[in-house]
T-cell receptor, first 113, second 109 residues
Framework: IAGITQAPTSQILAAGRRMTLRCTQD?????MYWYRQDLGLGLRLIHY???????GKGEVPDGYSVSRANTDDFPLTLASAVPSQTSVYFC????????????FGSGTRLTVV | GQNIDQPTEMTATEGAIVQINCTYQ??????LFWYQQHAGEAPTFLSY??LDGLEEKGRFSSFLSRSKGYSYLLLKELQMKDSASYLC??????????WGAGTKLIIKP
């Protein structure tokens, strides 16, 4: 089934630990995005990539890094997790055709303790 | 700054009609999107408006007025499964989506 796969589904992480959230899509979409969603704040863009080999910073990039070595994969890394990074993380992709919007993965619920 | 406003929560009755409003102020405009998000799930695309007017898709319709910075999502013949959050998002001049905080819609029998 075409779509976006995120892993893990949920994770409890000790503060200070390093963590990589995985995101893979099989739709050959050029653009990919990482968002965090917190109650009352809506979706906030962390990092994005318009095409393989390029990345850009979103609204809340601090403490996060990304890479885009190929079209399909867009991992998000927390170098040293802090409790304020407790959130639900969504990966999304877009073909560039606005009539279809963004396609989202099922999300990763991360708790930093 | 960029801002998207929508009500935090609305309640409606099964079988009725509900209108969810969204107002926006963004740097540039390249279209407005509505998404549906059930609790604990990912957002799913509902509609896209780039020109003024009404777009109808079955029970759901979305309206846009660019001069007023205003959109609404109209849901007809409400069903219990329509209980969800509805997210308004605007694509700005950099082709990035700016998101509202979402409207939680509660449907009562």
């Amino acid at each position: 089934i075409a779509g976006i796969t995120q892993a893990p589904t949920s994770q409890i992480l000790a503060a200070g630990r390093r963590m990589t959230l995985r995101c893979t899509q099989d739709m050959r979409h050029n653009a990919m995005y990482w968002y965090r969603q917190d109650l009352g704040l809506g979706l906030r863009l962390i990092h994005y990539s318009n095409t393989a080999g390029t990345t850009g910073k979103g609204e809340v990039p601090d403490g996060y890094s990304v890479s885009r070595a190929n079209t399909d994969d867009f991992p998000l890394t927390l170098a040293s997790a802090v409790p304020s990074q407790t959130s639900v993380y969504f990966c999304a992709s877009s073909s560039g055709d606005s009539n279809y919007g963004y396609t989202f993965g099922s999300g990763t619920r991360l708790t930093v303790v | 700054g960029q801002n998207i406003d929508q009500p935090t929560e609305m309640t409606a009755t099964e079988g009725a009609i509900v209108q969810i409003n969204c107002t926006y102020q963004t740097s540039g405009f390249n279209g407005l999107f509505w998404y549906q998000q059930h609790a604990g799930e990912a957002p799913t695309f509902l509609s896209y408006n780039v020109l003024d007017g009404l777009e109808e898709k079955g029970r759901f319709s979305s309206f846009l007025s660019r001069s007023k910075g205003y959109s609404y999502l109209l849901l007809k013949e409400l069903q219990m499964k329509d209980s969800a959050s509805y997210l308004c998002a605007v694509m700005d001049s950099n082709y990035q989506l700016i998101w509202g905080a979402g409207t939680k819609l509660i449907i009562k029998p």
